[in-house]
C-alpha cells in the first residue's frame, strides 16, 4: 500500500475528561466495536482513582497497567485507529498535555449531570492552544442530567467551543426513549446494555412521519420536534474543515456503560476525522508525505521489572515510514541509533513491528538515551515542536538522605526528570535542588523509585512557592540588573534556563511591576 493509503487511513486521537465522566468505559466501547476485545472488563482502568492517593502500591500495579494500555490500536470500517490514553488523574495531568500533543484529534467525554468540570475546562483549553479538532460525548444518559440546550450553552460559555449537535437525546434518566442520530438522520430506540455489534438503528429521513409516533409515543415526538426546530435554526450545520481546525464541535450524547450513542460517535469520528497533518518544527513544517522518516518521543515509561532498568520511549511517527533495525539520527545526541525490537500495541497485545507510518506509535527500548520531546529523523537537524512544560504547582527541596548514594541520587533525579515525572529546578545562590510537580503523588512516586531503581534515599524538605516561571528579556542589562536583586529567588531549570521563584500571586505581581523590561513565562517548551 502506498504511503499516502497509509496516513490516509491513520485516525490518532485522545480521549479527554475530568475523572469520572466514563473516558475508561467509552474506550472499552471503542475497543469491542473495533473487534481489539471480546467482553466488556477486558481493559482494566489504568486510572488511579482519587482514594488511591493513600494506597501507594496501588499506583505502582496502575503504573503497569498503564504500560499496556498507553496505546490501544484497532481497525474499524478500514481505518486505523489509535487512541493514546491519557490519565485522568489531575496529578498526571503534564502526562496528558505531552500526549495531546501526538494526537490529531480529540474526544472530550462529559457527564450528563455535572456538565463542564475544571479537569474538562484545562485539557480542553490545552487542545485549543493547538487547534486541535475536538468532538463531545455527553455521557450517562441513563441518568438524570442537566437539559441538552443547557449542556450546549455551558460548552459554548465555559469552553468557548461553537458546538454543532449531531445525536439528540429523546428523554433522559427513566424517561430516556433514545437519540436521534441527527448526523445520518436515524433513531437508535434506548435498551440497557445494548450489544456492541448488531445496529438495530431505525431509519427516519423524515422525522415529521408518523413512524416516529410509533417509535417513541406521541408526547416524546412532540418534544423531539421542537427540539429540532430550535437546532435547525439556532446551530450551524456541520462543516466538516471547520472542525477539522478546531473552530467547530460536534456534539453527540449518550450512554457508554449502556454502549448507547457509542456507535454514532465511532461512525461518524471515522467519517470527519482527520488524518495525520502536518506539524510544526523549529524550522519547518514537517508533511506526513515526506519520503524522509521523522517523529518524536511523547512519554517515557519505565520498565516494571527491576532487574531490568531500561525504558519504552513512545514514539510519535510523524513523516515517512518508520523500520525495524535501521540507522535513524537521533538529534539532540547527534548520534545514530538503531532499534531492533520496536513494538506496537493492538489493545492488549504487544507485538515487535517491521514498519509504522505516521500516526502510528512505537514503543522504543531505550537504555537512557531518550528523553521527553526528542526528534529521530533520517539525518535532518530539526525538533518538533509544542510539548509544553508548564509551572509546576507544588515544590519541595531534595534532602540527600545517604550522601554515600550523591551519584545515584544525581543519576536517578537526571533521568525520572527525564522521564517527565516532574521538574528539577537549581537555585542560584546556594546550588540547592527543587523538585516541582503539578502533584503531590510525583513526590511519593520519585522517593520509592530512587530507592527502589537506583538505590538512593531522599527527604524532602518543604518550600512554599506560588509559581515557577521562566525568565525572558530582550534588554540585556535589565535582565542583569534582575538577575542581581532577584538572585536569591531564581534557579535554573533542567536546560540552564533562568527561573523566578513567586512566593505568592502578589509577589510576582510586585517583582514584575518593579522589572517592567522582563517577561515572565508560565510554560516552556521542553
Ligand atoms: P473515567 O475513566 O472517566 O474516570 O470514568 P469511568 O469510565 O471509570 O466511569 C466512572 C464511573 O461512571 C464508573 O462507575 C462507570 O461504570 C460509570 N459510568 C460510565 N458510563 C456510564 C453511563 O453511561 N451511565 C452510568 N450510569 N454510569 C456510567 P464506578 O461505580 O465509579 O466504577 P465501576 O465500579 O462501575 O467500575
Known sequence: MSLNKEIEKRRTFGIISHPDAGKTTLTEKLLLFGGAIQIAGAVKSNKIKRHATSDFMEIEKQRGISVATSVMAFDYLGKRINIL????????????????????????????????????????????????????????????????????????????????????PIGMGQRLKGIYNIFERKLRLFRPHGSSLEDDAVVIEDIDSDELEQQVGEQAAKELRSEMEIIDTVYPDLDIEAYRRGEQHPVFFGSAINNFGVKELLDCFVKISPPPLERPTDSRLVRPDEENFSGFVFKIHANMDPRHRDRIAFLRICAGVFERNTNYYHVRLDRQLKFPNPTAFMAEKKSIVDRAYPGDIVGLYDSGNFKIGDTLTTGEKIKFTGIPNFSPEQFRYVVNKDPMKTKQLDKGLDQLMDEGVAQLFTKVDNNRKIIG???????????????????????????????????????????????????????????????????????????????PDIEFVFKSEV
Not at 527527604?459 to 535589565?478: H, M, Q, R, T
Request: glycine residues 4%.
Open 85 to 168: 490514553d491519557t490519565p485522568g488523574h489531575q496529578d498526571f495531568a503534564e502526562d496528558t498535555y505531552r500526549t495531546l500533543n501526538a494526537v490529531d484529534s480529540a474526544i472530550v467525554v462529559i457527564d450528563v449531570a455535572k456538565g463542564v468540570e475544571p479537569q474538562t475546562e484545562k485539557l480542553v483549553n490545552v487542545c485549543k492552544d493547538r487547534n486541535t479538532p475536538m468532538i463531545v460525548f455527553i455521557n450517562k444518559l441513563d441518568r438524570e442530567g442537566l437539559d441538552g440546550f443547557d449542556l450546549l450553552d455551558e460548552l459554548e460559555e465555559k469552553l468557548g467551543m461553537s458546538t454543532c449537535p449531531l445525536s439528540w
Open 437 to 515: 510537580t503539578v502533584g503531590a503523588l510525583q513526590f511519593e512516586v520519585i522517593q520509592y523509585r530512587l530507592e527502589h531503581e537506583y538505590g538512593a534515599k531522599c527527604d524532602y524538605e518543604p518550600l512554599n512557592l506560588y509559581k515557577a516561571c521562566w525568565i525572558k528579556a530582550k534588554d540585556k542589562k535589565a535582565l542583569a540588573e534582575f538577575e542581581q536583586r532577584r538572585k536569591n529567588s531564581l534557579a535554573r531549570d533542567k536546560k540552564g534556563e533562568l527561573v523566578f521563584l513567586a512566593e505568592s500571586s502578589w509577589a510576582l505581581q510586585r517583582v514584575q511591576e518593579a522589572h
